[in-house]
């Protein structure tokens, strides 16, 4: 019986020994530091090495850059999968606009071949006409079919640059709006905490609704890592 207490002491003080190290309070606004061993020196060297602060993230960066390059500022936000969606956005007007510039410089030249022809009487560049703007059996429109689809060609390309400068715009406000969100505080503990509340008027008699917001100064709270 007197062996078994010895060592049960025997362990009970073996285990306090093996816990005799440091302990961190860390909360929001200050951090502690405890040593269950005072007689023992620290460096504050070591204090420092022991805590590392990450660095803030911030969302002027972000939206700097997908000013710059398109995607930049979600890849900072490390939100990879946006990005070939951005991409992929971007390239439809990219498409549109090449396709739609590529036609109206046809039926820009079509036009003006056409127009020497039958006005000026000039039949030098008619036989330069691309084949894509003719009918399948090689003949020329008339004049103002290609005077009409040189001018929606041109107003398609137009709108093409618009829609890829709303995109580029569109990247870098979620870029912006993501990035001030990525160190919002989700929890329970919030500085402000809104309720509704249902109530009968006494002067009209008729059923309202408010609305009450109670604004808090956010509590510290401390957090036990044991080193």
């Known amino acids: 019986m007197k062996l078994l207490i010895f060592i049960f002491f025997l362990s009970v003080s073996c285990g306090l020994k093996a816990q005799n190290g440091r302990v961190v309070l860390t909360g929001r606004d200050t951090t502690f530091h405890l040593s269950s ?25 972000a939206t700097r850059r997908s000013a710059i390059i398109p995607g930049w500022g979600q890849a900072y936000n490390r939100e990879y999968w946006k990005i070939p969606i951005i991409y992929g956005a971007l390239a439809i007007p990219t498409y549109t606009f090449l396709y739609n510039n590529l036609y109206y410089k046809l039926t820009k030249f079509a036009y003006n071949a056409e127009y020497d022809s039958v006005v ?24 103002d079919d290609y005077q009409n689809y040189r001018n929606q060609f041109r107003k398609n390309r137009d709108l093409s640059v ?18 001030n969100l990525k160190d919002f505080d989700v ?32 509590s510290p709270k401390v957090k036990l890592i044991e080193l």
């Open 120 to 143: 000026l009487g000039i039949n030098t560049y008619t036989s330069q006409i691309d084949p894509r703007v003719r009918y399948s059996n090689g003949a020329l429109l008339s004049i």
């Open 162 to 179: 618009f829609w890829f400068l709303i995109l580029w715009g569109l990247n870098v406000a979620d870029a912006c709006v993501f990035g």
């Open 37 to 61: 061993d005072t007689s023992r020196n620290t460096s504050p060297a070591k204090d420092t090495a022991a805590i590392k602060h990450k660095p803030p993230h911030l969302a002027r960066i």
């Open 187 to 218: 929890s329970s503990d919030l500085s402000m905490h809104m309720e509704t509340n249902f109530f009968l008027n006494p002067v009209s008699k008729l059923p309202e609704m408010g609305f009450v917001f109670n604004f808090k100064k956010p």
